[in-house]
Nanobody
Framework: EVRLVESGGGSVQSGGSLRLSCLTS????????LAWFRQAPGKEREGVAI???????NYANYVKGRFTISKDNAKMTLYLQMNSVSPDDTAMYYC???????????????????WGQGTQVTVSS
């Protein structure tokens, strides 16, 4: 059974930092592409960052230069380092995984089959 469990969310002031983690299990971790998405109240889910099976990364323009995605294959854990956060970053953050096209770098939500339950990030001004 594939499982993705996010942690690390919380409240942070504008300009601060936060690191999210996503512990995964039930699949060959190194063969999957992994991504972070977020969804704010009343808005559609949007892609944040992806890291593919060979470690290449891609970021949405609104987080480029502030957020960093990484993974630890031995720990089967995906990370999102969030720096210089702003109230616009307030959202539920989800990690996602998919085995199809492991080298792809797309950030569409429809490209991912497995999802975690999410962790809430709230940024105050």
């Amino acid at each position: 059974e594939v499982r993705l469990v996010e942690s690390g969310g919380g409240s942070v002031q504008s300009g601060g930092s936060l690191r999210l983690s996503c512990l995964t299990s039930g699949f060959t971790y190194s063969s999957y592409r992994l991504a972070w998405f977020r969804q704010a109240p009343g808005k559609e889910r949007e892609g944040v960052a992806i890291i593919n099976a060979i470690g290449q990364t891609n970021y949405a323009n609104y987080v480029k230069g502030r957020f960093t995605i990484s993974k630890d294959n031995a720990k089967m854990t995906l990370y999102l380092q969030m720096n210089s956060v702003s109230p616009d970053d307030t959202a539920m953050y989800y990690c996602a995984a998919d085995v199809r096209a492991p080298g792809a770098l797309g950030l569409g939500a429809d490209l991912y089959f497995y999802w975690g339950q999410g962790t809430q990030v709230t940024v105050s001004s």
